[in-house]
């Protein structure tokens, strides 16, 4: 199991737990479920590298944008 | 379930609400056993206690993080101790690996101390045995005794050496052994004198290896060894002992020279005295001595000077070399300068034979061209000879003139000027009849217009004047060319040939002018008034044609320009100048005109360039030429013996024709009647 911080700047941080297996197709769904915003709609992003097929590792922190 | 608010918040949901969302959404529950197999290959039974007091501490901050919780979250789920316990195994779990990793770096630390400690005690150990005086035991000491009597401190330090040596170390202070140095040097110095010295008494040494010897031995007896305990005092006493035991004479006499050695070094360091310049002198002089009497005894020979005679001897053989090369250039050189002389010689005897030969080819030329001129003036000599006597052959008075010329020339030139004399007078005569005479002055005045029209009857009439004019021809012939010859010896063939052409031209005319005097009388007989007052204009007009010799010389002169007379002649002025290229026939090449005459080089350069250019000269060009070829027919006809209209050939051919002594210039009916057969005959020739 990993657990993954989410912050959004704009107040919002979140911690997502997730396996490290999944994508970040799935992370993002989890993130939707405990957010209550639509995975379609979340962008994960890294000081200007968005997030699609990267590798994630435990304890990672993420910049969360709504498009 | 929960939901976000806009201030700062932190979401975090439980692995189990984590696993009912992922159900749903249809992804796989979180893997929990993978740390549940952590814990059981980490635990380490020995570190139990720890794990006991960070249990406590993360237990206090559980509780901490649910107090937070349950003000966050309303709602809380009844399960969530179980995995608070949960997270308090695994997080356990977790503080065993960093205090393992913990207790292993102190372990290390620890190591690395006490070897560290070990490390220490033996250099200290070390230190103390080097300290020790007994660890000197057996080490030499280079330098003397002496400097060390004092009681200074003196650092040793070990002597450098080669390491292939494999050498025992020896103990030596840095300033000690510059002294001893520099006092060596000095030593050196005065040793020669001393050899210098023995020398002149007669000792004999070993020479070169005496220094070699003392150098070494010097550097044995400077050093010293330390004792068994490596005290300063006992090795120097010992070593005194056995100083004095094995070299007590060498030391006495050391002594002595160094006493002497002093007193030297001390005059020699402060100044030189007149003495010591004296002694250099001589030591010069000796030298030179040796040098101008070429002894070369060993015995009496100092070491320098046998150095100085070695260096002398050397010199002197190279002199010798350099003499012998100078004798060898010398002779090369005289050699040389004996060639060279030799063929300067030689070159000013060829150049002066190769002057003579020029001079003598030269003169050779000269006397080769001086035999041409002859040989070409031979030739010319025995061509006039030929030509003179075929036309004597041809002569019926030929030994008359032979006689002649044998006896004296000068005889034949007076009888020349005589005949011309005569012709003159025979002239004059002439020219008064025909001032006197009128039928003689109409004879006259018929040929004029009557020569244009014989001309024209010459076509008609070819047959019969051949057959007269060659019986004429013969006669006239012979007496011409006999007097032609007196008058012009230059004269050439060309000449005569053109002579002969011109002779058959004048009997043509002759004859048609016989036949046109008859009719002439026949009008005489109407109109005799009318053709007097015409005698004087045409008597007025012929004369200044024929001028009249006997009035002045320019009259003479000029008539010999007319004939043709006074000529140059241009072949002995060709002559004195070089060769003659137009005179060689070989070379020559004769270009003719259009009128058949020979061209001078000029005009055949001028002919052949109008040619290659497709040109003609002028019209006044041409008129001119016309002109002067008429003037030179005129020429060839006339006579040195008659007039230039042909009066004397006229009347004897009038003679001939008749057969009669006389002539009669003016009468009645025998003229006429005469006249008139001529014509008739001539009539009765053309219907023939």
Not at chain 2, 394 to 417: R, Y
Not at chain 2, 460 to 485: A, F, G, P, W, Y
Not at chain 2, 512 to 535: I, R
Request: hydrophobic share 25%.
């Amino acid at each position: 199991m990993i657990e993954v911080v989410c912050n959004d700047r704009l107040g919002n941080k979140v911690r997502v737990k997730v396996n490290s297996d999944d994508t970040i197709g799935d992370l993002k769904k989890v993130l939707s479920a405990q957010i209550g915003i639509k995975a379609e709609k979340i962008r994960l992003q890294k000081s200007y590298s968005i997030f699609k097929d990267h590798e994630i590792h435990d304890g990672d922190g993420l910049e969360l944008y709504y498009n | 379930m929960s939901e976000t608010t806009p201030t700062n918040v932190i979401t975090s949901l439980s692995i189990e609400e984590t696993n009912r969302i992922r159900i749903s959404l249809g992804l796989k529950p979180l893997k929990e056993e993978s740390k549940e197999v952590k814990p059981q290959t980490t635990t380490n039974n020995n570190n139990n206690n720890n794990n006991t007091n960070s249990d406590t501490l993360e237990v206090l901050d559980t509780i901490n993080r649910l107090k937070k919780k349950r003000e966050l979250n309303s709602k809380l789920a009844g399960k969530s101790i179980a995995e608070q316990l949960l997270e308090g195994e695994n997080e356990d779990e977790d503080d065993d690996i960093s205090s393992w990793i913990n207790k292993s770096r102190l372990n290390e630390k620890q190591k690395q101390i006490e070897r560290k400690k070990e490390l220490l005690n033996k250099k200290q150990q070390k230190q103390q045995q080097h300290y020790n005086q007994s660890n000197l035991k057996g080490m030499k000491v280079g330098n003397d005794i002496k400097y060390f009597e004092d009681e200074n401190e003196h650092i040793l330090t070990l002597q450098d050496s080669s390491v292939l040596e494999d050498s025992e170390d020896v103990l030596i202070n840095v300033n000690l052994t510059e002294k001893e140095k520099r006092e060596k040097q000095l030593q050196s110095n005065k040793k020669k004198s001393k050899f210098d010295r023995y020398d002149d008494f007669g000792e004999h040494k070993g020479g070169i290896l005496s220094d070699y010897s003392d150098d070494d031995g010097d550097v044995v007896d400077n050093g010293f060894i330390l004792g068994n305990d490596g005290k300063f005092d006992k090795d120097s006493s010992s070593i005194g002992q056995n100083g004095l035991s094995l070299k007590d004479q060498a030391k006495k006499n050391l002594e002595s020279y160094n006493m002497e050695d002093n007193t030297t070094t001390s005059i020699l360091s402060s100044f030189y005295t007149q003495e010591e310049m004296e002694r250099f002198k001589k030591n010069r002089q000796s030298s030179s001595t040796t040098t101008k009497t070429g002894s070369s005894t060993a015995a009496t020979a100092t070491k320098g000077d046998k150095n100085k005679k070695k260096k002398l001897r050397k010199k002197s053989a190279t002199r010798d070399l350099l003499n012998e090369l100078d004798a060898t250039t010398s002779s090369d050189l005289g050699s040389r300068s004996s060639k060279s002389v030799i063929t300067e010689k030689e070159k000013k005897e060829i150049e002066e034979q190769s002057k003579r030969e020029e001079n003598y080819q030269r003169a050779k030329d000269k006397a080769n061209e001086i035999s041409k001129q002859t040989f070409s003036s031979d030739y010319y000599e025995e061509a006039e000879d030929e030509d003179f006597y075929k036309s004597l052959a041809t002569a019926k008075k030929a030994p008359i003139f032979q006689k002649e010329k044998s006896i004296v020339d000068k005889i034949v030139n007076n009888k020349k000027k005589q005949d011309e004399s005569l012709d003159h007078q025979n002239s004059t005569t002439n020219n008064l009849e025909e001032i006197t005479i009128n039928p003689t002055s109409e004879f006259v005045r018929s040929l004029n217009p009557e020569g244009l029209i014989s001309n024209y009857r010459l076509t008609t009439t070819t047959t019969t004047t051949t057959t007269n004019n060659n019986k004429i021809d013969d006669n006239t012939v012979t007496s011409l060319s006999n007097e032609n010859n007196n008058n012009n010896n230059d004269s050439d063939d060309n000449n005569n040939n053109s002579n002969n052409n011109n002779k058959d031209e004048e009997m043509k005319n002759i004859d048609d002018g016989d036949d046109d005097d008859d009719e002439n009388e026949e009008d005489e007989d109407y109109n005799k008034y009318k053709e007097k007052e015409k005698k004087y204009n045409n008597l007025s007009a012929i004369l200044p044609e024929e001028p009249l010799v006997s009035g002045s010389v320019s009259a003479a002169l000029r008539l010999f320009a007319q004939k043709g007379d006074l000529q140059p002649n241009p072949v002995t002025n060709n002559r004195k100048r070089g060769i003659n290229y137009d005179n060689d026939e070989s070379t020559v090449i004769e270009h003719k005109d259009e009128f058949g005459r020979v061209m001078s080089r000029k005009e055949a350069f001028v002919k052949m360039s109008q040619v290659f250019h497709g040109k003609k000269s002028g019209k006044n060009k041409m008129e001119k030429r016309k002109r002067l070829y008429e003037e030179e027919l005129k020429k060839m006809k006339m006579d040195s013996n008659d007039t230039p209209l042909g009066m004397v050939k006229s009347f004897q051919s009038y003679q001939e024709k008749t057969n009669s002594p006389y002539l009669v210039l003016s009468g009645g009916g025998g003229a006429a009647n005469i006249l008139k057969q001529n014509i008739n005959n001539n009539q009765t020739t053309n219907k023939k």
